[in-house]
Structure formats: structure tokens, C-alpha cells
């Protein structure tokens, strides 16, 4: 059984940091294209940044320069460094994982959510 396992979630005021960790098990992540998504009440949910087997990485233009994604394959796990954030970034983030192509085709992977509050 695949589980994400999202944690790092919580208050913060603006221009302050979080650190969102995703917990993955039952599947390895270094084979997997690991991305980070969020969605606000009534929108769609949105890619915020996504890491690829190989590490590339890609980001929305909205954190661009805020947010960092990360993964540790050792650690089975996929970190997303949030800094300076504002209001508009609280919303649920979600932890996804999907089966790299270069490794086959494979069924996408949802974490619970951790919510961020961004507010003073």
C-alpha cells in the first residue's frame, strides 16, 4: 500500500519560512517525478514545484525564488523549503507521486495535505 505522508504544515507570519516534508512508503521514491501542489477552496488544485528521478526541477512562477524542492532518496522522502511567504500562499499543499517515464507507466500518488497559514 502507497502512503505520502505530508507533515511541516502550520502558522507562520509573513516573510517567514516552513519546511514541508512528504514521508513516502511502499513505493521508492528515486524513481518517481515528486511534486508539491496546492489548492485553495473553490480553485483548482495548482503544481507548485515537482523534482524528476534525475532532479531537475521545475516551479510555478509564483514561488519562484521562495520555494525549493528537494528530495532525499535515502530517506525516501521529499522536502518542499518555503521562505517568504505571504498571505495567498495559505491554502492545503499536497504531496504527489507518479512513476517516472523513463521507468514505466505507473498510477499517481496523493498525499493527505498539510495546511499553511500564512498570517500575522
Known amino acids: 500500500q502507497v502512503q505520502l505522508a505530508e507533515s511541516g504544515g502550520g502558522l507562520v507570519q509573513p516573510g517567514g519560512s516552513l519546511r514541508l516534508s512528504c514521508a513516502a512508503s511502499g513505493i521508492i521514491v528515486r524513481y518517481y517525478v515528486m511534486g508539491w501542489y496546492r489548492q485553495a477552496p473553490g480553485k483548482q488544485r495548482e503544481l507548485v514545484a515537482v523534482?524528476?528521478?534525475?532532479?531537475?526541477?521545475n516551479y510555478a512562477e509564483f514561488v519562484k525564488g521562495r520555494f525549493t524542492i528537494s528530495r532525499d532518496n535515502a530517506k525516501n522522502t521529499v522536502y518542499l523549503q518555503m521562505n517568504s511567504l505571504k498571505p495567498e500562499d495559505t491554502t492545503v499543499y499536497y504531496c504527489n507521486a507518479v512513476l517516472d517515464r523513463r521507468y514505466g507507466v505507473g498510477l499517481n500518488y496523493w498525499g493527505q495535505g498539510t495546511q499553511v497559514t500564512v498570517s500575522s
Open positions: 523534482s524528476d528521478s534525475e532532479g531537475s526541477t
